[in-house]
């Protein structure tokens, strides 16, 4: 097994009711990993937050959520995993690069999420 590797994608950002935040992209050709992800998040507030993925073939590309993706997690408020902080592991297509997107789904409340991408 390969040293996990993570990188911080949200830090204490704000996803205000009904929209969503896009993090940077993630080079994952350069990490040379096993095809283990995960994710760490800490959520506060009272939003509801949907966290999905996207993958592009080139950092240029247009990244798309690819036919057949899953949700990450979706449903995920601050009393979600231990007080609002859970590891959570998916299994995403192979793709040179990575983008999380966060939705903020209830329409009624903002919340704040710190989220760091893990992988192996």
């Keep these: 097994m390969g040293a996990i590797k993570h990188v911080r994608l949200f830090d204490t950002e704000t ?4 929209t969503t935040g896009t ?3 993630v080079e994952l ?3 040379a990993a096993s095809g283990i ?3 760490a998040l800490t959520v506060t ?3 509801t937050l949907t966290i999905t ?3 592009a073939f080139d950092k240029t590309a247009t990244f798309v959520t690819p036919t057949g993706a899953v949700d990450i997690i979706a449903g995920f408020v601050s009393s979600s995993g231990t007080s609002g902080v859970d590891i959570i592991s998916f ?3 192979p793709a040179k690069h990575m983008k999380i997107a966060v939705t903020e789904t209830v329409t ?3 919340a704040v999420i710190t989220l760091d991408l893990l992988v192996q």
């Design 15 to 18: 996803i205000t009711k009904n």
């Design 29 to 31: 050709g350069v990490w």
């Design 23 to 25: 993090s940077k992209a």
């Design 37 to 39: 992800f995960s994710i």
């Design 45 to 47: 507030g009272s939003g």
């Design 53 to 55: 993925y996207l993958l």
């Design 91 to 93: 299994s995403p297509e």
């Design 108 to 110: 009624t409340d903002d």
